[in-house]
């Protein structure tokens, strides 16, 4: 993974782009790596990232393919790779899975997957990992790509054709720890064109079974919020391109489909004993947990449009993710079943479409001054059933957004100076709607919620020649708070919605410094930031019955970052990274910020150190170890009924992954906690509200051997 800086390639803490600086189309299609490196598509006009107040992290796939050979999940490829980002939680949902202790806007294509209006945190499994040539990672709070970003934007990148003539891929993988029923299958096929076309088409199909922990128990199945043990995936994707002289064409279509096999069901643990969440053969209750993603997108661009370069996407994402069955009081309606007898799942479904449109003009007026200006659209409809009874749990929320954005740019020498302004309208409506029987059957008028808001950017790069580089940068980022988990738990008569919501944005200034270094023998790199937002939004969950509910207060995070690697020998890299992160709170408003941030929000302090040796012009092999601090906050602190004390003891996982190329294709062989560590998960340790059927052990040793062969 490299993060390029000002007259550098190196890795760095991600800091937000500057405000309206992204644009969602395709990787530039260039064949030298080197230009990959220093080139990012998450601009709103294609940029050398030494020109941008900021720090871009673009993960390869190169290395995209190494750390799935150690675990087949994304967000460990992000856990290892991205400082900022919070360990992985090893499960389908993503609760906790923070980025510098706020919510991170994940993108696939440019095309947003996130569903800030009902946050189900389901958003994670979207797309089959052999799709991703590459991911950016902006971390810090960013208005970029519209709402959601209060901590970074991830855009998830996917594979372009880029050699004339055809060519076919296929993939084997298998991985076991050497159990029954543990063993993850994965069999994929890629057809690449480019003529006077381009053309991808994408099948691939996954299956996994229920693994083990280091003591060789079974690990335990999360059965409401989701699990990958015990399940099957598949991806369809397509993508055909066109080039008409300046003119570019491009249409996408991704189907994705993640679901639980029902052949296993979760055994509780116990937490005042130690004893973990299991899991046993047998069929739980309802339909197995899924999520079911849709992605459509048409993209056009236009390389000589008066003067500037022109472009526009127009998209369409359907989202849909179904929860296991339970018996939670929260469901409980005696009208249907006796009390504590009706079981019942709900599902989080999210339409979106909307059309992105930039246009960029360098040398206006002056030499160096570039202006970057454009319309985002956004229409948004999400909503919560419950799947087995056909109860409304949360209404359709009805959210529009309208946002013209500017930018200016001046490079003059070394320095580099930019600026922009959004203005963001926002409109959310909701019909008259009946609460379930748990919240009384309340009858809750219709209503709507609207805001208009400004998001501004400054910023500047100074390239100090040398090797030497620095940038200081303000962003400001906003999102919205989860209107759908309180309109939900509306109890008492005569609400309205107009009055039940505070629509008001999240809105998060983000101001950071940093400084790097790049030579013959390697290269560092270290930033502090300071992230506040005076209405944050912070889930608090009720100890007795589980029920969250927003609370609106301020939220001050700072950081630490530092990164850096070293070259002692021509085929030997050393590498390590380092994020440190410290969020506070209130307990209610108008309080004092003296509250830590939970696992939730915020992750415990990170080192990830690396060896990688080039044994070979085609083998690599890298060995990394991952050391998570220990973490005890807000000792003895309840507020209400909600628990906010929290404690982790840290651990520390080695993985190994080699890669070796032959004329027969190429082989490669990762194994995930090399040394076998039984732990615990850091959001299983921490969460203050877990109970006996969340508490997981982490995966034991993990062998996994692939097999990848073009033509």
Do not use: C
């Not at 309080?591 to 080039?614: E, F, I, M, T």
Request: proline residues 4%; neutral net charge.
């Amino acid at each position: 993974m490299s993060f390029a800086f000002p007259a550098a390639t190196f890795r760095l803490s991600p800091l937000a782009l500057v405000l309206l600086s992204a644009f969602p189309a395709q990787a530039q299609q260039v064949s030298d790596p080197q230009l990959e490196r220093v080139v990012v598509t998450a601009t709103r006009g294609t940029k050398a990232i030494d020109k941008i107040p900021g720090a871009v992290a673009v993960i390869t796939a190169q290395e995209i393919e190494t750390q799935t050979l150690v675990a087949e999940d994304l967000s460990a490829v992000l856990s290892v790779l991205a400082p900022s980002f919070a360990p992985s939680r090893q499960k389908m949902t993503a609760f906790g899975e923070s980025m510098r202790g706020r919510t991170a806007l994940l993108l696939f294509d440019g095309v947003p997957q996130s569903n800030p209006l009902r946050n189900g945190a389901r958003e994670g499994y979207f797309a089959d990992p052999s799709l991703i040539e590459r991911i950016e990672v902006i971390s810090g709070a960013s208005a970029a790509q519209g709402l959601g970003a209060t901590g970074g934007i991830i855009n998830f990148i996917s594979r372009t054709p880029r050699e004339a003539g055809t060519r076919h891929r296929v993939e084997l993988k298998y991985g076991t720890q050497g159990r029954s029923d543990d063993a993850l299958w994965k069999a994929g096929y890629t057809l690449e064109h480019k003529s006077s076309f381009d053309a991808l088409l994408h099948v691939g199909a996954t299956l996994r079974g229920v693994g083990v922990d280091g003591d060789g128990r079974r690990l335990g199945l999360e059965a409401v919020q989701g699990d990958t043990q015990d399940s099957k995936a598949g991806d369809v994707f397509f993508k055909l391109g066109q080039d008409f002289g300046a003119q570019r064409l491009q249409l996408s279509f991704n189907k994705f489909r993640l679901e639980g096999e029902g052949d296993w069901k979760p055994v509780p643990g116990n937490r005042a004993t130690g004893q973990l969440t299991g899991a046993t053969p047998g069929t739980p209750a309802g339909k197995p947990p899924r999520n079911d993603v849709r992605t459509v997108s048409l993209d056009w661009s236009h390389n000589d449009l008066a003067g500037g370069q022109a472009r526009a996407q127009v998209y369409k994402q359907d989202f849909a993710a179904l929860y296991g069955a339970t018996a939670a009081t929260t469901f409980q309606d005696v009208r249907i079943a006796p009390l504590g007898q009706l079981f019942d799942q709900s599902e989080v479904v999210a339409d979106k479409a909307g059309v992105k449109l930039s246009w960029t003009r360098p040398d206006l007026l002056v030499e160096g001054l570039e202006l970057t200006t454009g319309l985002d659209w956004l229409k948004d409809t999400s909503q919560q059933r419950l799947a087995l009874t056909d109860r409304t749990w949360v209404p359709p929320l009805k959210f529009t957004s309208t946002a013209p954005f500017a930018q200016l740019e001046y490079e003059v020498g070394a320095l580099t100076i930019r600026g922009g302004a959004r203005r963001e309208s926002a409109n959310l409506r909701v019909d008259s709607y009946r609460t379930l029987a748990y919240y009384k059957d309340t009858a809750v008028q219709g209503g709507e919620r609207s805001f208009n808001q400004w998001v501004k950017s400054l910023g500047a790069v100074w390239r100090l020649g040398g090797g030497w580089s620095t940038f200081v940068a303000y962003n400001e980022g906003f999102g919205v708070p989860d209107a759908g988990l309180v309109l939900r738990a509306v109890n008492t008569a005569n609400q309205s919605v107009d009055k039940l919501i505070s629509l008001e944005p999240v809105v998060t200034d983000n101001r950071e410094v940093g400084l790097a270094w790049r030579g013959r023998l390697g290269s560092f790199s270290a930033s502090i930031y300071d992230s506040r937002s005076d209405l944050g939004s912070q889930i608090r969950v009720d100890a007795a019955t589980g029920v969250g509910s927003v609370l609106r207060v301020p939220v001050h995070v700072k950081g630490f970052e530092f990164s850096g690697e070293v070259k002692p020998l021509a085929d030997w890299t050393l590498s390590a990274s380092y994020a440190r992160t410290r969020g506070k709170t209130a307990a209610q408003p108008d309080a004092p910020l003296d509250v830590s941030l939970g696992a939730r929000s915020q992750g415990p302090d990170k080192l990830v150190l690396a060896a990688a040796w080039q044994f070979a012009p085609k083998g690599n092999v890298r060995l990394q170890a991952t050391r998570l601090a220990s973490r005890h906050i807000n000792t003895g602190r309840v507020v209400g009924t909600s628990k906010l004390e929290e404690n982790f003891e840290g651990y520390t996982l080695a993985d190994l992954a080699a890669t070796y190329g032959t004329a027969w294709g190429d082989f490669g062989v990762g194994v995930e906690n090399l040394f076998d560590r039984q732990y615990v998960g850091y959001y299983s340790q921490a969460n203050p509200a877990g109970t006996n059927d969340d508490y997981f052990a982490g995966r034991g040793r993990t062998l996994t051997v692939s097999w990848r062969r073009s033509f």
